[in-house]
Every structure is written in C-alpha cells, then in structure tokens.
C-alpha cells in the first residue's frame, strides 16, 4: 500500500493565500524562519485529513481553528493525495455553515461520499487523535520533560495530552455532590402528607354547591306558590265585588252588608289558598288547549309531496329518453315509475292522516311545548307584588353555604398549589437523576477508555521502546517501558534512574525514544510522519540514528519541518535523497 501527500494548494489557511506546496514520497523538508508557517503547514495536512470546524466539541481544536482562520479571507484548502495507484482530489471549506468537503478520485471521476469530514476509513483507517500523537512528533515547546513525567500521562489516560483523566472524573465527581436527591424525596414526601388533607375536598365542593342549589329552588318555589294565591286572593275579590254589585238594589247602602262581605272574600281566599295546593293542572285548560297549533314541516305539506313525486318522475324519464332503450321498453319504463310515485304519495298522504277525520294527538315534545306556552299565557294575565320578607330565611342559608364554598375554593386553591409544587420537585428529581446518570456515565466511560488506552500505549512502548532508546542513547540507556502507575521507567547502567536527574539531551533522546516508538506501533497505513522543529539543535550522530529509526517505520513520507540549515548540510553529507521546500 501507498500512502503519501502530493501536492498541497493553500487557498486561505492561517497566513498562507495561494501557497501551492508539491511533496514526494521519502524525506520532504520544509525550510523556513521561525513564523515562517511550518507549524501552519502541520495543521494544514491534518485539517485537509480529518477536517477542521469550530464545533468540535474539543477546546483545543476550537482555539485552533479561531488561531488559523484568515481574517478578511475564506477559510479554505485542497490537497492530492496518492493511495495505491490511484490520486484524490480532496477540496475543503472550513467557514462556518458552509463547511464541505469533496473527494475525487482522479483516475475514475467518482466522488466519494465522505459524512463526518474525516477521510478516515476511506482513504486510510487511522484516528485524528492517534495521527496527532502518535505520527505528529513536535518539539513540545522544548519540555520534554514535562511531557514524559505529565503529558504522556494524559495521552495514555484520555486520549489528549491537554486532559488529566484524575482531575475529569474529580471534578465530576465534585459536581456529582451538588445534586442532592435524598433532600428532594423529603421534600416530595412532606407535600404528600400535607395533600392528605385535601383528598375530599372535591366531594365536599360538590355537596356544597348541591345545598345551595337546593335553598335556591326552595325559594324560587315558595315564592311562586305565594304569588299564585296572591294571584287568586285578587281573581276573588274581584269576582265577589263584581256579584255584589249586580244584586244590589239602586239606592241600596253598600256599607250595611260589609261584615258579610268581608266575611265571604276571608272564606274565598282560603277556599283559593287550599285550591293552589290541589290543583296542579291550572294551565291544562281546553280553552286554552285549543288555541294551540303547531307549525308544520315542509315535509308535512300536500303539495310539497305532490311536487317531489312529480320531480321524481320527470327526472326518471329524462334518463330513460337519454339512454339507448327501445320505444315499448322506455314506455313500460315510465308507465310503471308514475304507477310506483303515485301509490308512495298516496301511502304518504295516508301515513300524515290526510284521510283521517279524526284530531292527531299532538306529541310529548309538542304537548310540553303547549304547556310552556299556556304556562306564559296564563302567567301574563296580571303580575302581582308579594312581600319578599320571607326570603331572609332562604338567603342566609345561601350566604352561610357560600361561604363555606369560598373556603373550600381557598383549600382547593392551596391543594393545587402543593400539586404544582410536588410536580416541579418531581422534575427537579427527574432532571437531578438525569444529569447523576450522565455524570456516572462520564466517569465510567473515562475509567474504562482509560484502561483500554493504558493497555493498548503501554504495549505499544514496552514492546518498540527499550531498543529505540538504547540505539539513539549509544546503549547508555538500556530499557524503557510503562509501570502500572503509568510513570516511565528508564534504565541505565546503574539502575533505573529519576527523570529530574537528567540533562537536557538525555530528556530530549528519552522524548524521541517515546514518539518513535509510538509511531512504529501506530503507522500501519504508511500515512506521512511529521517532525515539527524537534530535530533543530541535534548533531549529526544522533540525527542519522533517528533516521535509521524511521527506516523501520512503515511510512512513505516523512515531513521534516524545520529552521536549521544544518539539517541540509547533515542530508547532504549523508547523502539522502530529498525534496525541499522553502518558505
């Protein structure tokens, strides 16, 4: 398998605009001062491999992007790349929503679809995160030491040099105190007893209102039952003065049978009195009755009947005129359909009672539709004007009900106060344990990833570290490897030494010793190594065993960024075949 980069085309990408840099398979340098943009240049061929957003969800990448983005220019880049036998054309756009990314393959003219940005399981299988740290080889900022004792810690913990895995899952940890769901199951349970209290107080509002419903018709009935004997007392005494007047004598003194006429209407009365008791059916009067008529439906109406079966024959013998029937047969046709609408009039005629001599009887809702009516008829006749006194009795049992229903409204009124408050602890419950299983999640998450990163670096140095550092230290340092504190272990002649006894050289060697060894073990794919300014300052012996390291690597491309021209002068003696870039 071949795996290089071959031409980059930096349209606008940090300080470059319309940078077209060509690389080859082997040894590429890239000359430039310090601020050239070699480090820009790095960042180039990883966003152009794995792409490059502002939501990565990961802060160092975020800053980055913000560090690289042009600022009165697009955000934007395309690269070839050689895999196998075949090139790709790979076009990005960095900017925001109109972040993209295309991939052609040159040779068949097919694009291929690439959903996450990343080219990552199309061109090659190898990780963003195991590309930056295993085949990225920096200079760290010249703290090598740092790195071994700490970084690498982190690397082989989380993933990322920048995350303390102890400190991630302390301060979930710490966070994961702040949610107290004892303190709101207490609380919940305290609005339960409280809401004990107010499980009848539905049916006492119902019972309430019932009682006021009741004083209510109690008194509409009193009051009416006293306006009809009112009503009659008056029909009485009219009718008394009216007889007393046509038997009376011309000339006769009215005044001498006053007692007995004054005793004749307190007998009417009660008569009248003990009448409105018994007699329920005043309004049911045949005088009345028969003035009654109900208005009739349309449907009720001869010559609407008639009409309709009229229509019913004409439309008939327009289809039968229409369709293609022989003379007899539409004659047969139309003869026996007048037959069929005249019988089902006549039916009709017969079912309304057209025939009939006799009076229908009207219906339940036609009979209480004449009672409503005779009922306001009669009622009509003359209002009359009671003493209401009486009525104190049935309005204070109403007030005194009612307010034993504003009372109760205020429970109820309480009663859903503590609902809402039960329900909004409830969500705080909810929401509490939501975030307590997503933290644990997190925690164990980290602690397992931990485990399968430690595993998987901790091979990957005990089994390529221990020569690598031995050959680039000329045997002064003989084993290295990873204890299960996660501390690097390196041994020399007199046993395994402290890093902090070290010079800087030996730290420096330990360093390479590391990022060698993890780029043997990860690049299986041939992508390209990268060496960022860590080879400045280096002298001749040491860099041509670095070399014959990387010799061992499965790689094609090895790009060497850096500000010394000494490098050059090392290549050239040693005869390497390379490809330069200058800045």
Known sequence: MIMYLNKLLIKDFGKFNNREISLKPGINVIQGQNSSGKTTIKEFVTAMLYGFSSCSFNEKDDKKYETYKPIDRGYSGKAYIKNDENTFFVERSFSGKSNRTSVLD?????????????????????????????LCIDDNDGNYTNYVKNDFKNIISSGAAAIDKDKSIANLKAKRENYDIANIEEKIAGIDDELVEFDEVDIELKEIRKRIKEVEEELAIETARRKRAARRLIQSKKSDEDEEESDKEPG??????????????????????????????????????????????????????????????????????ILPFENAVRQIFVICTILFVIVTIVEGLYAKG???????????????????????????????????????????????????????LKRMTRRDELREERQAQIDNRNKANKELHAINLAINTINDLSVEMFKSYSEMINENASDIVAKLSGNKYKDLYINDKKQIMIKGSGGYVNLDELDNVSVKIIYLSIRLAMARSICKDKMPVIFDDVLDGIDENLFTKILDVMGRIKTDQILILSSSKSLINMLDDGAYEYNLVKL
């Open 354 to 408: 057209v025939f009939d001599e006799e009076i229908n009887t009207p219906s339940d809702e036609d009979f209480k539709r004449i009672i409503y009516e005779l009922e306001r008829k009669t009622e009509s006749f003359e209002e009359v004007e009671i003493d209401m006194s009486f009525a104190q009795e049935y309005i204070d049992r109403r007030e005194k009900y009612s307010d034993e229903e504003r009372k109760i």
């Open 106 to 134: 040159i040779g068949s003219g097919r694009e291929l679809k690439v959903d996450n940005g990343s080219l990552s399981g199309k061109l090659f299988n190898l990780s963003k995160d195991d590309f930056v740290n295993g």
């Open 252 to 321: 006769e003194d009215s005044t001498s049978d006053e007692s007995s006429v004054s005793s004749d209407n307190n007998d009417s009365i009660k008569d009248s009195s003990e009448d409105d008791k018994s007699n329920k059916n005043i309004f049911l009067d045949a005088d009345l009755l028969k003035d009654y008529k109900p208005k009739k439906k349309l449907t009720d109406r001869i010559w609407f009947i008639i009409l309709t079966g009229l229509f019913v024959i004409g439309v008939i013998t327009g289809f039968v005129y």
